[in-house]
T-cell receptor
Framework: SQQGEEDPQALSIQEGENATMNCSYK?????LQWYRQNSGRGLVHLIL?????REKHSGRLRVTLDTSKKSSSLLITASRAADTASYFC???????????FGTGTRLTVIP | GAGVSQSPSNKVTEKGKDVELRCDPI?????LYWYRQRLGQGLEFLIY????????KSGLPSDRFSAERTGESVSTLTIQRTQQEDSAVYLC??????????????FGPGTRLTVL
């Protein structure tokens, strides 16, 4: 499979704590994106990091990319109950037209 | 502005019937994608349209699956002779894609297909 793999598969934390999710992939990429999905329906784009970038921030989100290890991490700081969702990483592989999605991390934030 | 819309939101059909799923992309987006998501799993790429270029059909799982797009507007995904393993959420996404780049994909709410 060319999909990425997220780790952990499920994560449960208390509100206010930080949540870290990891993504590994297999081939060279153009960019890596993180998406959020509520209730198994439409995905919402969170952040995109290009292959020549190492870190990116957006509000409470921080994404890192290590192309030498073919891995990325998503950090959500000061989590809220509303952050409860599934989070997917997706890679645009070099020369490809479509995104390859990982299997997702199910995050539960307990109020 | 309006986002990506899909219809129907839910479809229940009997094994062996044909179904047609519709996607209206964001106006001006040249790229359109179809994905399938089985319960508890990630998204599987099905097909990609970019402008007037030939579609990338490399993800279609069998010849029972086909899709069309008229110009840079509506797309329909057709599944013929549905099987129970076709049960999934079918997601459509669009993006404003420049050559050599891939922009953010905007997803529709999906169509939940149940084959009895």
């Amino acid at each position: 499979s060319q999909q990425g793999e997220e780790d952990p598969q499920a994560l449960s934390i208390q509100e206010g704590e930080n949540a870290t999710m990891n993504c590994s992939y297999k081939t060279s990429i153009n960019n890596l994106q993180w998406y959020r999905q509520n209730s198994g329906r439409g995905l919402v784009h969170l952040i995109l990091i290009r292959s020549n970038e190492r870190e990116k921030h957006s509000g409470r989100l921080r994404v890192t990319l290590d192309t030498s290890k073919k891995s990325s991490s998503l950090l959500i700081t000061a989590s809220r109950a509303a952050d409860t969702a599934s989070y997917f990483c997706a890679t645009l592989q070099t020369g490809a037209n479509n995104l390859f999605f990982g299997t997702g991390t199910r995050l539960t934030v307990i109020p | 502005g309006a986002g990506v819309s899909q219809s129907p939101s839910n479809k229940v059909t009997e094994k062996g019937k044909d179904v047609e799923l519709r996607c209206d992309p964001i106006s001006g987006h040249t790229a359109l994608y179809w994905y399938r998501q089985r319960l508890g799993q990630g998204l599987e790429f099905l097909i990609y349209f970019q402008g007037n270029s030939a579609p990338d059909k490399s993800g279609l799982p069998s010849d029972r699956f086909s899709a069309e797009r008229t110009g840079e507007s509506v797309s329909t995904l057709t599944i013929q002779r549905t099987q129970q393993e076709d049960s999934a959420v079918y997601l459509c996404a669009s993006s404003f894609r420049l050559a050599g780049r891939a922009d953010t994909q905007y997803f529709g709410p999906g169509t939940r297909l149940t084959v009895l």
